[in-house]
DNA sequence: AACAAGACCTGCATGC
DNA sequence: TGCATGCAGGTCTTGT
């Protein structure tokens, strides 16, 4: 489910909760996610007060006040939603709660692609899922100089390494997808072969599609809700994702069938092959 | 070292 | 209605 702007939004819902609360009760209803609990999870959870709940990437990183971190990836179909009491009974996907803060939040993931784990808050950039990560789209210094340096040499197409965790941190199916389009850059291009004008295009239309997506709460098609239950919207301003067949906006590309949809790495690609060379 | 393909797991829409 | 197939906001591991 969630790319950057969708961790962002839940982000933004924890912090208004958690931060400057005690985790009361912690109850872990299965072992295991996508990887296992770190032993006593629970316990471990449990009498501590959060700091702060941050984002690298698409993990939300809660800083507790033992020094430790809660370390959180909602993988495809992961949502972290308030309520005032408990789920009774608990649903089917249901694995994680968290009472606290006078509520309570209920990690909820069908696929079980999601994962948590506990980091001591001084080697959070050493850890194993953090360490490799490329630089955050948002901050300040990405620029398409930065962005040239990290496609620099590379032939796989454009679309799969900006999926790449390593290269660009954050970015995922949709926002790669409306991203190559607002550049006008088509998704096969080899990664290492764009000019200098298409990687400031690209570079300005990464960050101002993830701005605009958090901005609207991030994308609600299938999984996504906020933490208020809330759903986002900007799968409303969707250019290109999932709109095979149909018009791009303001094109004439329908006349020649509209959006296209290939397969690259697995995965779908959609765009304008009329719009991005 | 870089890249592609397969694996993980469940739910839903579609078509026969 | 029932069943098979394909698809889904991700990423880790394996093999070339």
Redesign the pocket.
């Known amino acids: 489910?969630?790319?950057l702007p969708?961790v962002e939004t839940v982000r933004r819902g924890l912090a208004q909760v958690w931060e400057g609360f005690r985790f009361e009760r912690v109850i872990a209803r299965r072992p295991d996610l996508?990887l296992p609990l770190p032993a006593r999870f629970a316990e471990r959870l449990e009498g501590r007060r959060v700091e702060q709940v941050a984002r690298r990437?698409?993990y939300l990183l809660v800083g507790l006040d033992d020094g430790m971190v809660l370390l959180a990836?909602l993988?495809?179909?992961g949502r972290m939603v308030i309520s005032a009491a408990p789920p009774d009974p608990p649903g089917?996907?249901d694995h994680v709660e968290f009472h606290g803060g006078g509520a309570v939040v209920t990690y909820s993931d069908?696929?079980?692609?999601g994962l948590m784990d506990l980091a001591e808050a001084g080697a959070i950039k050493r850890h194993p899922?953090i360490a490799?990560l490329g630089p955050e789209p948002l901050a300040e210094d990405f620029d398409a100089d930065l962005l040239a340096a990290r496609l620099r040499?590379?032939?796989?197409?454009i679309k799969?390494?900006l999926?790449d965790?390593r290269l660009v941190a954050g970015?995922?199916?949709?926002y790669v997808c409306e991203a190559l389009f607002r550049a006008g850059v088509a998704p096969d291009r080899a990664?290492?072969s764009l000019g200098p004008e298409s990687l400031t295009l690209l570079a300005d239309s990464i960050k101002t599609v993830l701005t605009e997506a958090i901005a609207a709460g991030?994308?609600?098609?299938?999984?996504?809700v906020r933490p208020s239950g809330e759903i986002g919207y900007f799968q409303l301003g969707f250019a290109v994702?999932?709109r095979e067949g149909e018009p791009c906006p303001g094109c004439d590309c329908a006349a020649e069938g509209g959006v296209r949809r290939i397969v690259q790495?697995?995965?779908?690609t959609f765009f304008c092959a009329r719009k991005q060379h």
């Open positions: 489910m969630p790319e969708e996508r990437a698409k990836h993988g495809m179909s089917r996907h069908p696929r079980r692609f899922l490799g040499g590379r032939t796989t197409s799969a390494a999926l965790q970015l995922g199916n949709i990664a290492g991030g994308s609600s098609l299938r999984d996504h994702y999932g790495a697995g995965r779908s």
